[in-house]
């Protein structure tokens, strides 16, 4: 366990778009998200079957917002990510028991496990996030053989780094909610004085 470990990878924008979808999923973002487009989508399914699918034009825009724009930001921000050299350039990663360093053509780093804010490990790999906008990612076909790697990230991160991030899904919704009554009744109070 004490040997270094090395790995070299290259992102491309699929890697990108799977820690995005990723990050949002364990931060609460895409459940908040999901249960509204659900909640909408039965209220839309309601007004449908009384004659009125769009009797709500506000509803109807905020619906599309909520739950269509949020997806493809998330994916043309990764997308957008992977443009930028920095991500794509081939970088070489030792791992030890005190931390890790990576290397490559524009930048070096030596990050210490404690450093480590936040632990995602899904299907798609390991994602290390160092600050609140900086992070490492390390796709699961790079890391075929290098189970040395997964035992030190689970061995020397804190326990509280791996746990799931306390989910702010209530309060995320009830925001939602108070932005979506907000819309409607301002909406709804301009049409109301242009028909009147």
């Known amino acids: 366990m004490g040997e270094p470990e090395k790995i070299e ?3 491309t924008s699929r890697d990108m778009v799977d820690f ?7 931060s609460g973002s895409l459940r908040t998200v999901s249960l509204l487009g659900i909640v909408f989508l039965i209220y839309f399914i309601v ?38 050299k920095f991500y794509t350039e081939k970088k070489i990663y030792e791992f030890t028991p005190e931390g890790f360093r990576m290397e490559s053509e524009s930048s070096n780093a030596k990050v210490q496990w404690s450093d480590v804010q936040r632990v995602i490990i899904n299907k798609h790999g390991i994602f ?26 689970l061995q020397y991160t804190s ?8 989910s702010k899904f209530l309060l995320k919704l009830g925001l939602y909610l108070l932005i979506f009554l907000v819309t409607v009744g301002i909406v709804q109070f301009y049409i109301s004085r242009n028909l009147g």
């Not at 995005?20 to 364990?26: D, I, L």
């Not at 326990?159 to 306390?166: D, G």
């Open 47 to 84: 007004q449908l079957s009384r004659g009125q699918p769009f009797g709500s034009y506000a509803f109807s825009l905020f619906f599309i917002l909520i739950s269509v724009l949020l997806p493809i930001m998330l994916y043309r921000g990764a997308v957008q990510s992977s443009r930028n």
């Open 159 to 166: 326990p509280q780094s791996r746990k799931k991030s306390k």
């Open 20 to 26: 995005n979808f990723a990050y949002a999923k364990s």
């Open 128 to 153: 290390l996030i160092i600050f609140s906008n900086a992070g490492h990612l390390f796709p699961q076909r790079f890391l075929e053989g290098k189970d040395g790697i997964r035992k030190m990230v």
């Open 9 to 11: 990878i290259e992102l």
